[in-house]
């Protein structure tokens, strides 16, 4: 066997859905499954989702303050009044800056961006700023992705006398901010569509102050649409799909300049462009410094403006890079240390980069699939700030909602939060969330895997793949299809990459052959046998390479039901990598004095465990069995007694050296059996043979004078009597079979064993009760 490192949940489908929609829709099968899965089990709703350039966008003017907004922000634009755009230091906040300060700039109006730093600020309105903008005479602040959270701020900015208009997208709490406007799609239950990005609001509001759709603001709505992972469906679906459009055509400076840095210069820009290129050299900026060069690049003009702030962005992308590395293992360790119990881990240090401790947030609940909130302290302040990040079954913003008392500042989602609270506050954040966790059963911190479709080898095709890309773009609430691929045979099964950490295999099923790429699967190449009937989770895709194109699985995950042999015989690999594998899951089976002697050393012959390694062969096959009724891997490290190669003596020889023993005197007998076998050409092994069967058969005894002679009164008996002669036959045999088989001959071998040992574990069972 070979555990997968998740559970694989099926999603309940209606089949005949399924088949009905294939058939309205014309598409095959298994797009309409994906398509039923995502709630579009309807041809009007399924079309609707699949043909993005039938749909337009919502009216802007259905959120009940945007008159109210483009009213005022045309006052300020026709008064020469300075507008204020603050922001936030992420992708998000970052392109919902520059969409709102392109449209201000188009209607003539006066307009400058701010984005607090991490580091001096935090996040959102903060009332310093605030103080500052009415100082240099900014008479409206518009927030972009923030401000739901700024009660306080908003207050002081109005006691100040300027205007406040909130756009944000996070979880608003039960009291509001006193602002002029508020343009937010959780808030607002007029507006059709609530999951929209901070970037998404900024458009709507772009939309509505141009008195048209601006397309050419659609690359940066995107970025912010796909890095905030939102859910890409509804209005967002239609900002990614031609937001992406965009991209690909974009001449901004900034957009190319990012292209470069990224080497997608002739690639063709997808979501994953945004999401794994894009997007983490954005956030970059922000994570280590000021967010400003992000904001600059995409604002530039020229090429000679935008190229030094690209190559900057990803300098600074290698460094957070190297940070997260260096946290996520002091975190691991603090977990492994302390906190490995903990249903929620709150783990905080005074040495930690606040700008990136929410990406690593994020390895630890992939790794533990517990909620993860990572804190930095700042001894001057005395203050602990960071980001946590959950699973499905606990809702960080809710749950953190529960103690507010103790979080000043906090904001965020069900699935990511902010938050900042006095340092000696930490241990009782720890407490009061582990007593909130655990009222939750503990499936729910048991990491699962979401399965859309179950696939044969030759069920996947360049066409299948091109037409599951109709549902793209993907991402949150419209994932990238996870399929499972069964009752694969491996072809070819290797590691690859400079540290050969990575998984390169070849699968088919007996009709099509199927590349799979698994990035950190290269140590599946020693616990996979190359016998294995695996079945392997991951995404599909279409590699391109040199002029041809085929089908590849990119593996996430892989498991193998069955029990596997792996194959030690003959010296075909060293049998210290065997007793290096972890003893508590090992057996090491030695059924010889001889072995047992040899290896006296190590632990054998104990209770039979999940892996199980024989180190020789018994006398006789039934002594396998009580080690493999639960076996989940076999390692056969059988070495060879030399009775497959030789020959059972003949009858005529037999005859031979009976006859020896009949006619030769008795003062020559050793030197008259030294020239016999001489002559014959008999091995000291050979003649050992013949005289224990004829001495068991009691043909030879010992006479008077120490040496063996002829017994008169022997029975008749045939040779194959012999205990010697039984065992041979069963050695040659044993040995045919479990030393000189093929893999595939001595797998089948195992498996009737196998199948025996759960049998006689089920008479057991059955007599037992």
Known sequence: MYHSKKTWIDKDVDSLKIDELADQVNVSRQVAHLLVQRGFDTADQAKAFLETDQTAFHDPFLFQDMT????????????????????????????????????????????????PNRFTEGYGPNEAAFRWAAEEGFGLVITVDCGISGIAEAAVLKELGVDLIITDHHEAKEVLPDAFAMIHPGVDSDYPYSKLAGAGVAFKVAHALLGRVPEELLDLAVLGTIADLVPLIGENRLLAA???????????????????????????????????????????????????????????????????LAEQ??????????????IAEEATALVEQHYLSDRVLVVDSDQWNPGVVGIVASRLVEKYHRPVILLCHDAEKGTAKGSGRSIAAFDLFAELNQTADILPHFGGHPAAAGMTLSSENVPVLRERLNAQAASLPDEAFIATTEI??????????????????????????????????????IRDLKRIGRD????????????TELDGIGFGFG??????SSLAEVSLMGSLNINEWNGFRKPQLMIQDLAVVDYQLFDYRGGKKPLTDLFELPHDTMTYVAFSEETQSKYAERPLNGEAKANVVFLDLPEEEAAFLPYLKDAERIYCAFKDEGYYFETIP????????????????????????????????WSKRSINFMHSVFSELDFLVTMEDGLPGVNPNAEKRDLTEAATYKRHEERQRLEKQYIYSSLAQLKERFDTLVEAAKQEEMTWSSNSI
Not at 89 to 100: E, K, N, P, R
Not at 257 to 276: H, I, N, P, W, Y
Not at 664 to 673: A, W
């Open 242 to 308: 031609k937001g992406i459009e965009a991209l690909n055509a974009s001449e901004r400076p900034g957009i190319l300049a990012l292209r470069k840095v990224c080497s997608l210069v002739e690639d063709e820009l997808t979501e994953e462009s945004v999401g794994f290129a894009f997007g983490p050299r954005i956030n970059a900026a922000g994570r280590l410094d000021s967010a400003m060069p992000a904001l600059e690049m995409l604002l530039a003009e020229t090429m000679e403006e935008a190229e030094p």
């Open 313 to 326: 962005l990803d300098q600074q992308n290698k460094q957070r890079q190297d940070i997260v590395k260096k």
């Open 523 to 528: 140590d599946a190449v020693d616990e996979v």
């Open 650 to 681: 003949s009858r005529e020889e037999f005859k031979h050296y009976f006859n020896y023993f009949a006619k030769c005197p008795r003062d020559e007998l050793r030197i008259g059996l030294v020239r016999l076998s001489k002559s014959r050409k």
């Open 68 to 115: 109210k907004v483009i009213t005022r922000i045309q006052q300020a634009a026709d008064e020469g009044e300075m507008i204020l755009i603050y922001g936030d230091y992420d992708v998000d906040g970052v392109s919902s800056a520059a969409i709102l300060w392109h449209a201000l700039i188009e209607i003539g109006a006066m307009a400058e961006c701010y984005i």
């Open 500 to 511: 050969l950490t990575h998984l390169k295999v070849l699968v088919t099923d007996g009709k």
């Open 452 to 489: 859309d479709l179950r696939l044969r080898v030759s069920d996947v095709s360049i066409g299948l793949i091109e037409e599951m890309g109709r549902l793209s773009p993907f991402g949150m609430g419209n994932p990238s299809p996870r399929v499972v691929v069964e009752g694969a045979n």
